[in-house]
């Protein structure tokens, strides 16, 4: 491993950043080098828990045991000690809620993870006559069971003796980001009780202009202030471990996991995009220090925010079920057997033979957030075979990625560049040379596909000075391959307005009282 490019510290030894990713699967430890490589990595997966239909919970103490392995592991495998290490970077799943003991640092109940739907009830009853709108302005986001907000408040009203404890001040609430700094800085022996600014705005309960909490939403939601953590920047030093093989490390970033995935793809300028293709899909745009108001279905979030520099927006566009299509296909219907197939089986034949598959196995999200909607398959004659239907499913998230591009041309008036992609999914180039001639825009993604990862260590490594500033990172950003539209205008708007008329055909399939 070269050490050219190594900053020139006293001790003339190698230095990285270790970077913690807490996913919603996993948890795992990367160490990079100054050049943004990765040196080593070590992963370990958490039980999923499933207490009743659309109930889903994590084990947090679980989750911290195994953080801590795979910081050990990482170390292991780089051969490095915490001598070797700069600063730690948090990233996390985002909206996952968590309520602890100050006093003992247990748990009281599991987590309960951004995909549970559980406060569906709480949060139409929070909209009252108003609807979902009723906190948008001031936070950005619409009334939906994904945030932490609610989640906090149904805690509150259903785990008995929680909500007098909260307001005793004897419980702390925290994203998962906050139970992992908490927990490396010392936890019940004087860990930092924090989040950053961009875990902050997924909650429902700041105020995206003031960068506080806003205390007639938490008087609203009947949140009592006494369990929030303090608001930080994504990049500052929270604390210093204590304890463990990273003893006396500054812990020096959080952020959200797609917006970290934005920083990490160096997507510093108005206007700038990536896309992160997993089990579903995540959409940023950069839109500078002003917050856009998005009219057109999708989230206004922040982007990220370092040290003492003004804040960075992003609008925000979520697809429920990218990936998981194809895992559908392989899983409940056996049409392929491993996800790569996908590609061959549909590259088998020129076109989709007219058939569209918009996959609302979920309901829709951006730029719709329609519950009562279920997947269709539209435009079937007996010419289609499974390779046409293959083909529908890469190009449903071609289309779908298509929409909140639009929506985001709508909303901010900034046209779309480029776009920078990451996930699993871009391994599939048949479906990156679909965005891109659905977008009509070149679709590039970079050497490290880690980009999460990459990107709190990038924050981190900005707060004690490793990079001395984003033009730094952005010389690592390397291009592994890039897309560019072949497809006729023509023919784009004639399917466009197809996928268009399917997606109507989704909604309104399930009825108030089912």
């Avoid at 490095?80 to 970077?89: C, L, N, P």
Wanted: aromatic share 8%.
């Amino acid at each position: 491993m070269s050490e050219t490019h190594d900053p020139d510290f006293s001790s003339g030894q190698r230095q990285y950043i270790a970077a913690i990713d807490q996913g919603t699967t996993s948890s795992r430890c990367i160490v990079f080098d100054h050049d943004g490589r990765i040196v080593s990595v070590d992963q370990k997966e958490h039980e999923q828990i499933f207490p009743k239909p659309g109930w889903v919970e994590h084990n947090a103490a679980e989750i911290w045991a195994n953080v801590q392995e795979v910081v050990a592991g990482a170390l292991d495998k780089a051969q490095i000690t915490k001598d070797h290490v700069k600063a730690i970077g948090i990233t996390n799943q985002r909206e996952t809620t968590l309520l602890w003991d100050r006093r003992t640092g247990e748990p009281v109940h599991n987590a309960i993870v951004w995909q549970d739907t559980r406060t569906d009830a709480l949060c139409r009853e929070l909209g009252r006559n108003v609807g979902q709108d009723r906190f948008r302005r001031e936070t950005g986001l619409p009334l939906s069971a994904y945030f932490a907000g609610p989640k906090i408040r149904w805690l509150l009203d259903n785990v008995e003796g929680l909500r007098e404890r909260a307001e005793r001040g004897d419980l702390l609430f925290g994203t998962m980001d906050s139970w992992v700094i908490w927990n490396l800085t010392g936890g019940v022996d004087g860990g930092r009780h924090v989040t950053d600014v961009t875990n902050a705005s997924r909650t429902m309960l700041m105020n995206l202009r003031t960068m506080d909490w806003d205390e007639r939403i938490l008087s609203s939601m009947q949140v009592p202030a006494a369990v929030l953590p303090e608001i930080r920047s994504s990049a500052e030093v929270y604390g210093h471990a204590k304890g463990g093989p990273l003893d006396g490390v500054p812990v020096a970033s959080a952020l959200g996991d797609q917006q970290a995935a934005l920083f990490g793809q160096t997507c510093y300028d108005v206007g700038e995009a990536k896309s992160t293709y997993g089990t579903g899909t995540f959409l940023l745009m950069n839109t500078g220090t002003e917050a856009v108001n998005s009219y057109a279905g999708l989230l206004t979030t922040v982007g990220y925010r370092i040290g003492d520099q003004p804040t960075v927006y992003a609008l925000e566009g979520s697809i429920a079920i990218t990936g998981a299509l194809v895992q559908w296909m392989r899983d409940q219907m056996g049409i392929i057997h491993s996800a790569a197939e996908i590609e061959t089986l549909a590259r088998t034949v020129e076109d989709n033979g007219g058939a569209y598959f918009v996959p609302a196995f979920s309901g829709l999200f951006a730029p719709y957030w329609r519950s009562d909607a279920r997947g269709v398959i539209a435009g079937l004659t007996r010419y289609v075979t499974k390779a046409h239907i293959a083909r529908a499913v890469l190009e449903a998230t071609a289309w779908q990625t298509r929409e909140i591009v639009d929506a985001m041309k709508k909303d901010s008036g900034v046209e779309l560049t480029s776009l920078r992609v990451d996930g699993g999914m871009t391994s599939n180039n048949l479906l990156m040379q679909n965005i891109s001639d659905f977008l009509d825009a070149p679709v590039v993604r970079p050497m490290v596909s880690e980009t999460t990862c990459l990107g709190a260590a990038y924050a981190a490594g900005l707060a004690v000075g490793f990079w001395s500033d984003v033009s730094e990172l952005r010389a690592n950003w390397r291009r592994a391959a890039e897309w560019t539209p072949e497809m006729d205008a023509a023919d784009r708007d004639r399917e466009y307005k197809l996928w268009l008329k399917a997606v109507q055909r989704t909604m309104g399939w399930l009825e108030e009282e089912d």
